[in-house]
C-alpha cells in the first residue's frame, strides 16, 4: 500500500506536465535560455523538512532551529514555551558552487554535531524545459554525550547484558534524502521526497534503517507571508527490519506554521510532533502521535534563516 | 538626622546626574544624503525590461521582499528600518526621484553607497532588477 502512496505522490509532479522546448524565440528572433523558476520556497528550510532551494553561490547562511515542550500542559508552563526539554540547532550553511551548499551543525538533544551538504541537480524552469526541481540532501550526525551515555539499552551489549566495547563509529548516525519539488503557481509549491536513514548503534528493539517518505509545502498568502506544513512517515520495511514485529516503531510526524520572509532573513513559526531538529531522529524516534490527544502532543517552534553574500 | 542628610545628598546627586545626562541630549536628526554621483554608463542606460504583467507582478514582488522594509509600502521612505538610519530616505513620489533616468534609478537601486546597500548578489537578473525600477516609477 505505502508504495503505490509513494508512487502516486511522484506521479502527481510529474504527470500533466510535458518538456517543451529547451529556449523560446522572442519578437526579435532571438533565443532566450528557459531560467530557473523565482524562490519556489523562500529558504533551504521548510520547518524541519529542507528545500530544494540553495542561496546564491558565495552565501552564508545561518540558522537558529528552536523547538519548545508538547502544549499539553497547557497554561501552567506556557503551553511548553517554559517546559523543560526544549530543543535548539545552530546552524551554517555556504554556497561553495552554483547550486551545492555545504553546512554544519550541533543540536541540544545528544549535542549532536551534524555535518550536511545538499545539491539541486536541476532546478524548474519557468517555460517547463524542467518541470520539477530535484535535490540531493544528507548528512552525517555525531552523537556528543560523555560515553556514559552509551550502553544501557544499547544493542551493543552481549547476552549477559554486558557493554562491549565502546566504539567511536557508535556516534555516527547518517539521512540522506532526494526531494522532488514543483512551484504549481506564484501560490502554491509543494514537495514530495524519499529518504533513508541508519544509525550506527540503536536500542535494543529498535531497527538500525528506516525509509521515510516526506511530503510539504507552502501556500502564499501575501508577498511576504505563507503557510507552510510538513508531514513524515517513517514505513515499516519487513525486508530491512531486523525485528520480528514492529514494537518500537516511530510515529508519522506532522507540522504546520507561518512564515515571514525578508530579503535576507526568513522566520517560520510553526506547531509540530516530533521533537526533533534533525530528521533522521523525526523518522528514527518520534513518539509523538499526532492522531491522538488533539494538539497536545504538538510542540511550538520557530526557525530563523540570515543570508550573509560574499 | 543623619538619615535626612544622607537622603539629601542622594537626591542631590540623582538630581545633579540627571541635569548631566540631559545636557548630552541633541537632536538625532537624520541627515540629508549628498547627491548621488551616478556614472556616465548607468546614466544612459536602455531600461530592457518588457513591460508585461508577469513582469509588472514581479517588480511589486520584489520591491516588498528587498525595499519594503526601509522604502516603506509606497515608497514615501517610511518603513520600519527608516527610523534607525542615519541618512533621511527620500521618498520616490518626489518630482526630484521621478525626473532621474531609468538608469540613475537603477545605479541607486543596485549598487548603492553607504546606507543604501549593494543589491546586485540579491537581485541577479537584469529584467528583475529593470522591474523593480518600473515599480518605484508607479509609486509616484
Known amino acids: 500500500m505505502k ?8 506521479l502527481s509532479f510529474i504527470s500533466t506536465y510535458s518538456f517543451a522546448q529547451d529556449a523560446a524565440t522572442d519578437s526579435t528572433g532571438v533565443k532566450e535560455k528557459d531560467k530557473p523558476v523565482r524562490s519556489p520556497f523562500e529558504s533551504g528550510y521548510l520547518i524541519d523538512a529542507q528545500t530544494t532551494v540553495i542561496p546564491n553561490v558565495k552565501t552564508l547562511e545561518a540558522v537558529i532551529q528552536h523547538k519548545f515542550g508538547t502544549v499539553g500542559n497547557g497554561h501552567s508552563d506556557l503551553y511548553g514555551i517554559y517546559a523543560a526539554g526544549a530543543n535548539i540547532r545552530l546552524g551554517l550553511n555556504y554556497v561553495i558552487i552554483k547550486n551545492f551548499q555545504i553546512g554544519a551543525g550541533i543540536t541540544k538533544a545528544n549535542m549532536t554535531t551534524d555535518l550536511n551538504a545538499k545539491w539541486t541537480i536541476f532546478q524548474q524552469t519557468r517555460r517547463g524545459t524542467m518541470p520539477l526541481s530535484i535535490a540531493l540532501y544528507g548528512n ?4 556528543g554525550r560523555n560515553i556514559s551515555a552509551f550502553g544501557s539499552g544499547m544493542v551493543n551489549r552481549d547476552y549477559n547484558d554486558l557493554p562491549v566495547t565502546f566504539k567511536p563509529s557508535d556516534r555516527y548516525s547518517y539521512f540522506s534524502e532526494l526531494i522532488i519539488g514543483r512551484k504549481f503557481c506564484d501560490m502554491f509549491s509543494m514537495q514530495a521526497a524519499v529518504s533513508f536513514s541508519h544509525y550506527n548503534a540503536v ?6 534503517e528506516k525509509v521515510a517518505v516526506h511530503l510539504n509545502g507552502r501556500i502564499k498568502v501575501s508577498p511576504q507571508g505563507s503557510i507552510i506544513f510538513n508531514y513524515d512517515r517513517p514505513l515499516e520495511i519487513k525486508q530491512i527490519s531486523e525485528q520480528f514485529s ?8 506532522l507540522s504546520f506554521g507561518y512564515e515571514i520572509s525578508t530579503s535576507t532573513h526568513a522566520f517560520q513559526i510553526y506547531m509540530g510532533t516530533t521533537k526533533s531538529l534533525l530528521p533522521q531522529e523525526t523518522v528514527m524516534t518520534n513518539q509523538n502521535d499526532f492522531t491522538k490527544n ?3 502532543n504538538f510542540s511550538i517552534g520557530f526557525n530563523i534563516t540570515r543570508l550573509w553574500g560574499f | 538626622m543623619k538619615r535626612v542628610v544622607k537622603n539629601l545628598i542622594a537626591s542631590t546627586l540623582v538630581m545633579m546626574i540627571a541635569v548631566v545626562l540631559f545636557a548630552f541630549v541633541a537632536p538625532q536628526d537624520q541627515k540629508a544624503g549628498a547627491a548621488w554621483a551616478v556614472p556616465a554608463k548607468y546614466k544612459s542606460m536602455k531600461n530592457t525590461a518588457k513591460k508585461t504583467a508577469e513582469l509588472e507582478k514581479v517588480g511589486k514582488l520584489l520591491y516588498t521582499k528587498h525595499c ?3 522604502h516603506g509600502g509606497t515608497g514615501l521612505g517610511d518603513g520600519p528600518k527608516a527610523a534607525s538610519m542615519k541618512t533621511k530616505i527620500n521618498s520616490f513620489k518626489d518630482a526630484k526621484f521621478q525626473a532621474q533616468s531609468d538608469g540613475e534609478i537603477y545605479y541607486e537601486s543596485f549598487v548603492g553607497r553607504d546606507e543604501m546597500p549593494n543589491f546586485e548578489k540579491k537581485v541577479l537578473e537584469e529584467d528583475e532588477r529593470w522591474a523593480i525600477v518600473d515599480y518605484t516609477r508607479t509609486l509616484k
Do not use: A, E, T
Not at chain 1, 3 to 10: D, E, M, S
Not at chain 1, 140 to 143: A, K, L, P, Y
Open chain 1, 203 to 208: 536500542p535494543v528493539g529498535y531497527d538500525h
Open chain 1, 3 to 10: 508504495k503505490y502512496i509513494v508512487f502516486i505522490i511522484l
Open chain 2, 68 to 70: 519594503k522594509s526601509c
Open chain 1, 140 to 143: 552525517v550526525g555525531i552523537d
Open chain 1, 294 to 296: 488533539g494538539l497536545s
Open chain 1, 246 to 253: 514492529f514494537v518500537h516503531s516511530s510515529l508519522q510526524n
